[in-house]
């Protein structure tokens, strides 16, 4: 040790003191400076007034002990190392001397001074390591990541201060409970494959949600690391949690004021489709009013009709899909039919004289991922590239299955080896310069005149592909085209969510159907077209109304189809209102809108959701479903495959 050492001896017998200070002088492995205190009171004051790096302690001070001595000092939060010196040995003194926090114990007369030096130094360094514990340990009170560590079996061993503040838990509190049982409402089905992955794979990286002790939900990116002892063997595991709430919100945020950019860029194409679209509508509807028209004619214009509206209703849903589409949770995805859904919408909006081409592989591998925020990277990139070709051209839509090799992804920053789907935007427009090829991905970076892009669609596209842990390459020749390349991790084994299917019309047999709308329009087709397949049908145009209908009519009401959105009493709080008065009949919601409403629907009680426009078909199925029990329009989305518990 290159610096001296301060060291106290507190001891009453001079002699004792001289044996000390001689046997100091012959250290070879330290340095230091004795201090001499005569009493339990002098050696308190001049521990209490400068810091030592040892104290030497007599056992017997006259009318104090050194026990005594080193009990007061700790209780003052005094932690330098204390070596009790005594006139002989004693079994329980030397217990005592422990328990009460000395760090050594020796006899008088027995002390030579190579054991005396050994012992100042195997305290000062201990003190030293401990020193460093607790001012790391400090550090990581301080850090705003929660961290935390557990044992193999998932019992928590250490919790800092952030821990502290997120669950309102002490450290003392959780300390050897299971993580489920301190972190209030997390998937102890993830904890449990978090827990496999670092045991098998040394790290896991992934998102954990918890209730903070406010009840407020918080999002954690969370890193677990597997912490290994001298021999390699596994001892226990690092958990650092970074609260992302805000940042996701920001995320989701810019997203979806990005997403309104691309549609506000197809709303002129959009609008020039209705149009034509209410031509043969207007055009239909004269020819009916007609009373010399021939029955050929009349089922013409009747399909002339319908067709024209479904294309109307059809470009719409997309459109309003695609701009208020919520940021969903990553399950197994066709991507075959994201990327067929983009084409037709492309087909509706963009100019005619821009040729919209589609190659799918024929068994695409699913992915891992949020379908709207994907379908928003094909529409900015396709976006892009119509705005690349004003004169007309080609523009290409590709997805097939690629093995990435280790070869290939060392030559790639991003790229991980395993299977992906690659998806494909080509053009045959302008071009993008090599010299600002390196930019495009920037946010902000525009080529174009101002007012005509915000320069956020390509770092929009970058994040979201990142988010989804694949990668983007990108191909162009100035006046030749440009092709991006988004690669997206594939699971093969993964099952994706099957599509919606074709059903067959269901007809009634006199049930009896209350219909709740406010929209006098919509009220008078449902009804007629519910007549028609077979149903008695009662109408109310609000709430209170259809409460009404329902307690004149209880014993011949079947089933009640209700829209969300009126005024008064909206569709939730009738649902809740029926749910309490008669829980036996079935409620069917529909609305025109999205973003969770159907799940709202689900959460007030309702059976089945009816997205408008609907067909007849379409409404005689759910109500089928809802009376009899079948299959509705879609098929729920599988449930999670079973894990182990979490320990």
């Not at 610096?3 to 106290?8: H, S």
């Not at 050194?66 to 190392?81: A, K, N, V, Y």
């Not at 969370?222 to 001892?235: F, H, I, K, M, Q």
């Not at 919606?500 to 709308?517: C, I, K, M, N, S």
């Amino acid at each position: 040790m290159a610096t001296p050492l301060d060291i106290l001896l507190v001891e009453d017998d001079e002699d004792d003191y001289h044996i000390v200070r001689r046997l100091l002088s012959r250290a070879t492995t330290i340095q230091c400076t004795l201090h001499w205190r005569a009493s339990y009171e002098d050696g308190l004051a001049a521990l209490r007034e400068r810091p030592f790096d040892v104290c030497l302690v007599d056992y017997r001070l006259g009318a104090h002990d050194g026990l005594s001595l080193l009990r007061t000092i700790r209780s003052e939060g005094l932690t330098l190392p204390v070596i009790l010196l005594t006139g002989q040995g004693d079994l329980q003194v030397d217990l005592e001397a422990m328990a009460a926090g000395a760090w050594d114990y020796l006899i008088k007369g027995q002390i030579d001074a190579q054991q005396l030096e050994r012992s100042i130094r195997y305290a000062v360094e201990r003190h030293r390591a401990e020193e460093r514990i607790r001012e790391q340990a400090a550090l990581l009170d301080a850090a705003r990541d929660v961290i935390m560590a557990v044992d193999l079996d998932g019992h928590v061993i250490y919790w800092n201060r952030s821990a502290e503040q997120l669950t309102g838990k002490s450290a003392a509190v959780v300390q050897g409970r299971p993580v489920p049982e301190v972190l209030d409402g997390i998937d102890a089905a993830l904890l449990q494959e978090a827990m496999q992955a670092v045991q098998t794979d040394g790290v896991w990286n992934g998102e954990l949600r918890v209730h903070r002790h406010n009840g407020e939900d918080r999002l954690l990116e969370s890193r677990w690391t597997l912490v290994r002892d001298a021999y390699g063997r596994p001892r226990s595991v690092l958990i650092i949690g970074t609260d992302v709430t805000e940042r996701r919100q920001l995320e989701q945020q810019f997203l979806r004021a990005q997403r309104m950019e691309s549609i506000g860029r197809l709303v002129s194409g959009m609008a020039h489709d209705l149009n034509n679209l209410f031509v043969p509508i207007l055009l239909g509807v004269r020819m009916l009013a007609q009373d010399t028209l021939d029955p050929e004619k009349r089922a013409r214009a009747l399909g002339m009709i319908q067709r024209s509206a479904e294309r109307g209703a059809d470009l719409v849903r997309q459109v309003l899909a695609f701009a208020r589409g919520m940021e969903g949770e990553r399950v197994p995805l066709d991507v075959r039919t994201i990327v067929q859904e983009v084409a037709h919408l492309l087909r509706e909006t963009f100019p005619s004289t821009i040729r919209i081409e589609t190659r799918l592989d024929d068994a695409l591998w699913p992915v891992q991922g949020d379908a709207t925020q994907l379908q928003q990277v094909l529409m900015n990139l396709c976006v892009n590239a119509r705005d690349a070709m004003p004169e007309g051209g080609r523009l290409l839509l590709a997805a097939e299955n690629v093995e990435v090799d280790p070869h290939y992804a060392r030559r790639v920053l991003e790229a991980r080896p395993g299977p992906y789907v690659c998806l494909t935007v080509s053009d045959t427009g302008v071009g993008i310069p090599h010299d600002i090829l390196d930019k495009i991905f920037e946010p902000f970076f525009t080529t174009k005149p101002v007012g005509k892009g915000s320069g956020l669609g390509l770092s929009t596209v970058y994040s979201i592909v990142r988010s989804h842990g694949g990668f983007v390459n990108v191909y162009s020749e100035p006046g030749r085209g440009s092709t991006f390349r988004v690669y997206l991790p594939a699971a093969p084994e993964a099952r994706a969510a099957e599509a919606e299917v074709a059903v067959p019309t269901y007809r009634g047999a006199g049930e009896g159907v209350l219909l709740v709308d406010d929209e006098p329009f919509v009220l008078e087709a449902a009804r007629e077209a519910l007549e028609q397949l077979g149903y008695r049908v009662y109408t109310a145009t609000q709430g209170r109304e259809a409460l009404e209908q329902l307690e004149a009519h209880a014993s011949e009401i079947r089933a009640v189809i209700t829209d969300l959105v009126m005024p008064e009493m909206d569709g939730l709080t009738l649902i809740r209102a029926i749910r309490e008065r008669r829980p036996d009949v079935p409620v069917v919601a529909s609305s025109g809108l999205h973003g969770g409403r159907a799940e709202a629907a689900r959460q007030a009680g309702a059976h089945a959701f009816l997205h408008k426009p609907y067909t007849a078909e379409k409404l005689a199925a759910v109500l089928h479903q809802v009376l009899h029990g079948t299959r509705g329009l879609k098929k729920e989305r599988p449930a999670p495959e079973s894990r182990p518990s979490w320990p």
